[in-house]
C-alpha cells in the first residue's frame, strides 16, 4: 500500500514538472486571474498637458524623475495605508521635482499632484489582470493635463521593476515582469524534457518493483 502511495507522489511531481516546462495550462489565461485589486494596491497616473510631441516626450521624463522619487520614499514600506500617507505627506515635494524636470527641459507650465481615488479602465498585464474601477492613485497633471496619460502600479512597486529593466513605457504597452528561473527552464525545455522522462521511467520501473 505504502508503495502505490509513493507512487503516486512521484508520478504527481514529475507530472507537475512537465507542465511547468511545457508552459501554463490552457485554462490560466489573463482573464481568469486577478494579479491585484483596488483595495491592495496605488497607481501611478500621469497625465500630458497635450498631444503635441514636445509634450509626450517631457511627460515621460517626469514619469522617470517621480518613479525615482517614490522609489526612495517607499523603499522600506510594506503595507498600503503607509505608503498612501507617506504619498499624501510629500505630494507638494513631488510637484517640484515634476516642474524642476519641466524647466529643465524648458516648459513653463505647472505640475499638479494629487493623492484619491480614480476611475481606470480595464488593464492586461503579463502578471494578470486589473479590472476596470475606482483606485486609489498618485496622479500628475502636467500644464493642461488634455493630452494622453502614462500609468501603471506603483505600490506594489511594478513601476520601479519595469523601468530598472529599462524597458520604453508606451502607450498601451504591455508590462512583462521576468522570472529568470523559469526562463531557463523553458530555455532548455527540450534537453530537460528528454532527463525528466528518462528518471520517469526508472521510477515508474522501480515503483512497479515494489509494488510487485
Partial sequence: MKARIITVIILCLIGGVLLTLMGSPPWATDEAVVAFSADNLIRLHVLANSDRPADQEVKLLVRDRILKETAALLAA?????????????????????AEDELVKHGFSYPAAVTVGTYGFPARSYEFGVLPSGEYQALRVVLGQGQGQNWWCVL??????????????????????????????????????????????????????????
Wanted: with cysteine.
Fill in 77 to 97: 514600506v510594506e503595507d498600503r495605508a503607509t505608503a498612501l500617507v507617506i504619498l499624501e505627506k510629500n505630494k507638494e515635494a513631488l510637484a517640484k521635482a
Fill in 155 to 212: 505600490f506594489p512597486p511594478v513601476c520601479h521593476l519595469v523601468m530598472a529593466e529599462k524597458k520604453p513605457a508606451k502607450e498601451g504597452e504591455t508590462i512583462r515582469l521576468r522570472w529568470r528561473a523559469l526562463e531557463e527552464l523553458q530555455a532548455n525545455k527540450e534537453e530537460l524534457m528528454k532527463k525528466a522522462w528518462v528518471e520517469w521511467a526508472k521510477w515508474m520501473q522501480m515503483a512497479t518493483i515494489a509494488v510487485r
